[in-house]
């Protein structure tokens, strides 16, 4: 069974900088494609970044493109979310997701598309 568990959330004041980890257990992580999706209260969840295998990326085309960088360590079994300069905005939970493969990149950014889920890791900007 698959398994997903975000950590390095945490409270960090705007401006700065903070990484989230997906581990991944269950399964080797070389053959997963992994993103990530963020829910703010009373707000859907939106597509923030995802990696597939292979290591190609993409990004949503909005305020956290130029910001935040996905990355994976395969050996590892570890996915990364790199965020920086974090604004208010980016107070949300943030959830890695995982799909078995190399979906299309214009499928990577629904969350129908991904078969595993983590719990979510809270991130809160503030001063």
């Known amino acids: 069974q698959v398994q997903l568990v975000e950590s390095g959330g945490g409270l960090v004041q705007p401006g700065g900088s903070l990484r989230l980890s997906c581990a991944v257990s269950?399964?080797?992580?070389?053959?997963?494609?992994m993103s990530w999706f963020r829910q703010a209260p009373g707000k859907e969840r939106e597509f923030v970044a995802g990696?597939?295998?292979?290591?190609?990326?993409?990004y949503a085309t909005d305020s956290t493109k130029g910001r935040f960088t996905v990355s994976r360590d395969n050996a590892k079994n570890t996915g990364y979310l790199q965020m920086k300069t974090v604004n208010p905005e980016d107070t949300a939970v943030y959830y890695c997701?995982?799909?078995?493969?190399?979906?299309?990149?214009?499928?990577?950014?629904?969350?129908?598309?991904?078969?595993?889920w983590g719990q979510g890791t809270q991130v809160t900007v503030s001063s």
């Open positions: 997701a995982a799909v078995n493969g190399r979906p299309i990149s214009g499928i990577l950014s629904l969350p129908s598309t991904y078969e595993y």
């Open positions: 269950g399964r080797s992580f070389s053959t997963l494609s």
């Open positions: 990696i597939r295998v292979g290591a190609s990326t993409t």
